[in-house]
Antibody, heavy 115, light 111 residues
Framework: QVQLVQSGVEVKKPGASVKVSCKTS????????MNWVRQAPGQGLEWMGW????????NYAQKFQDRVTMTRDTSTSTAYMELRSLRSDDTAVYYC????????WGQGTLVTVSS | DIVMTQAPLSLSVTPGQPASISCKSS???????????VYWFLQKPGQPPQLLIY???KRFSGVPDRFSGSGSGTDFTLKISRVEAEDVGVYYC?????????FGGGTKVEI
């Protein structure tokens, strides 16, 4: 079955970068777009962008345009999201979610930004 | 960006009774291909969201038939015909007719 397994908890200082991975199985990564969504503590869902796994093309939310990079490695069926210049308000759970319908989600990666 | 507005913010329900959640979009979600790009998710406590309904009214694989989606244009509804204890959590609507995809603020359903 389709599975998206994300990397573990991260604790970062303000100004640092974080790179979250999302390893897929049960389907061909190159066949489906991958979205990244974040959820601040007690808050709703915020779309960050997507990557086309076959072409590597990306579409980022304007809010993150200058700080985020989404990549993929088709050889390991893994998608990545890197966020730079972290601030305290980047503290959130980060999810990968497959396809236009967000039909499968990773378990989430908690990123805490604190000095 | 398209704004998605959900109501109510919270809902207390009795098992076996029906429940309904409203979602309104700031623009029509009807595509010229005839599909309506509204989705519904349930986020159970401590879990990622899970897809319930896609393209207005299509139940995702494994979703019980007590869940149904309806509506048109800018007004949408998720209905649970008979609420069960496992249905508690936060429900989100989402539009994906054009980027960026945007979510409603969520409706918390409690028993």
């Amino acid at each position: 079955q389709v599975q998206l397994v994300q990397s573990g908890v991260e604790v970062k200082k303000p100004g640092a970068s974080v790179k979250v991975s999302c390893k897929t199985s049960g389907y061909t990564l190159s066949g489906y777009y991958m979205n990244w969504v974040r959820q601040a503590p007690g808050q709703g869902l915020e779309w960050m962008g997507w990557i086309s796994p076959d072409s590597g093309g990306t579409n980022y939310a304007q809010k993150f345009q200058d700080r985020v990079t989404m990549t993929r490695d088709t050889s390991t069926s893994t998608a990545y999201m890197e966020l730079r210049s972290l601030r305290s308000d980047d503290t959130a759970v980060y999810y990968c979610a497959r396809n236009w319908a967000f039909d499968s989600w990773g378990q989430g990666t908690l990123v805490t930004v604190s000095s | 960006d398209i704004v998605m507005t959900q109501a109510p913010l919270s809902l207390s329900v009795t098992p076996g009774q029906p429940a309904s959640i409203s979602c309104k979009s700031s623009q029509s979600l009807l595509h010229n291909n005839g599909k309506t790009f509204v989705y519904w998710f349930l986020q159970k406590p401590g879990q990622p969201p899970q897809l319930l309904i896609y393209e207005l009214s299509k139940r995702f694989s494994g979703v019980p038939d007590r869940f149904s989606g309806s509506g048109s244009g800018t007004d949408f509804t998720l209905k649970i015909s008979r609420v069960e204890a496992e249905d508690v959590g936060v429900y989100y609507c989402m539009q994906n007719i054009r980027p960026p995809p945007t979510f409603g603020g969520g409706t918390k359903v409690e028993i």
